[in-house]
T-cell receptor, first 113, second 113 residues
Framework: DGGITQSPKYLFRKEGQNVTLSCEQN?????MYWYRQDPGQGLRLIYY???????QKGDIAEGYSVSREKKESFPLTVTSAQKNPTAFYLC????????????FGQGTRLTVV | QKEVEQNSGPLSVPEGAIASLNCTYS??????FFWYRQYSGKSPELIMF????GDKEDGRFTAQLNKASQYVSLLIRDSQPSDSATYLC?????????????FGKGTLLTVNP
């Protein structure tokens, strides 16, 4: 089955640690996105990528980093510079275009302990 | 001014009524618009998209777009308790070869039996 997979579902981070969230898709989509969602809030864009080896900062990129070495994969690293990382992280992918649907993974809930 | 604004609600309607959800956007160059539904703790799922001025209907859902007023809305007819969720408006903008998908904060809808 085609889809987009995020792992892990739950992640706990100690203060000062970097952690990496995985996002893999087998939909042959060019574009991939990372969003952060806080309780009662909408989705805020962290990073997005249209092609391999290229990505752009979203609205809240500080304290995060990404890579796009393969079309299928777009991992997000939450660095120690991100002072308030506890949130629900969503990865999405879509084909290029103005009217194409974004498909979401099931999300990773990150908690700082 | 935020890029995409929605009334956070909560919006409460009785079963069988029409629910009206509104969204405004700041970038006049925005080209297409999406409505997603998100149940608590789950990923967003697409309801419908629109990119031409006017109305677009899909079953009980109607999206309305007015680009001159930078306004997009979603009407849900014959509201059901299962429609109770957060509704997210998303705006698609193209900058060069990149397609940025920006979400609003969402409107929480409660349909009362």
């Amino acid at each position: 089955d085609g889809g987009i997979t995020q792992s892990p579902k739950y992640l706990f981070r100690k203060e000062g640690q970097n952690v990496t969230l995985s996002c893999e898709q087998n939909l042959n989509h060019d574009a991939m996105y990372w969003y952060r969602q806080d309780p009662g809030q909408g989705l805020r864009l962290i990073y997005y990528s249209q092609i391999v080896n290229d990505f752009q900062k979203g609205d809240i990129a500080e304290g995060y980093s990404v890579s796009r070495e393969k079309k299928e994969s777009f991992p997000l690293t939450v660095t120690s510079a991100q002072k308030n990382p506890t949130a629900f992280y969503l990865c999405a992918s879509r084909t290029q275009g103005l009217d194409t649907e974004a498909f979401f993974g099931q999300g990773t809930r990150l908690t700082v302990v | 001014q935020k890029e995409v604004e929605q009334n956070s609600g909560p919006l409460s309607v009785p079963e069988g009524a029409i629910a009206s959800l509104n969204c405004t956007y700041s970038d006049r160059g925005s080209q297409s618009f999406f409505w997603y539904r998100q149940y608590s703790g789950k990923s967003p799922e697409l309801i419908m998209f629109i990119y031409s001025n006017g109305d677009k209907e899909d079953g009980r859902f109607t999206a309305q777009l007015n680009k001159a007023s930078q306004y997009v809305s979603l009407l849900i007819r014959d509201s059901q308790p299962s429609d109770s969720a957060t509704y997210l408006c998303a705006v698609n903008n193209r900058g060069g070869s990149n397609y940025k998908l920006t979400f609003g904060k969402g409107t929480l809808l409660t349909v009362n039996p």
